[in-house]
């Protein structure tokens, strides 16, 4: 079992900049592909980005690239989403997730509680 804790987010005006923070316990995240999706009101939870266990590979949504940055710090047992030029359409709960298998569908086995993002114009 794996267990996702995500931390950082907040309310922040529009152009401003967040960075959220997973960390994990139960196991080691070395072996996992990890992902980052968030989820507006009345709408569906989408990837916002997502990296595969070695860190080589990235993914984000064409919404954020350039302004989003996924990391992993192995060591810690912890992932990172760096958000910068923050934008209301940025606004949801995003989660954490761990796989074993990189990808950008909602199936990944592990799941954190969420943290609100809110950016106000």
């Known amino acids: 079992q794996v267990q996702l804790v995500e931390s950082g987010g907040g309310l922040v005006q529009a152009g401003g900049s967040l960075r959220l923070s997973c960390a994990a316990s139960?196991?080691?995240?070395?072996?996992?592909?990890m992902g980052w999706f968030r989820q507006a009101p009345g709408k569906e939870r989408e990837c916002v980005a997502a990296?595969?266990?070695?860190?080589?590979?990235?993914y984000y949504a064409d919404t954020v690239k350039g302004r989003f940055t996924i990391s992993r710090g192995n060591v810690k047992n912890t992932v990172y989403l760096q958000m910068n030029s923050l934008k209301p359409d940025d606004t949801g709960v995003y989660y954490c997730?761990?796989?074993?298998?990189?990808?950008?569908?909602?199936?990944?086995?592990?799941w954190g509680q969420g943290t609100q993002v809110t950016v106000s114009s």
């Open positions: 990296v595969s266990s070695t860190g080589g590979t990235t």
């Open positions: 997730a761990a796989d074993k298998i990189l990808g950008v569908t909602t199936e990944y086995d592990y």
């Open positions: 139960g196991r080691t995240l070395r072996n996992y592909a």
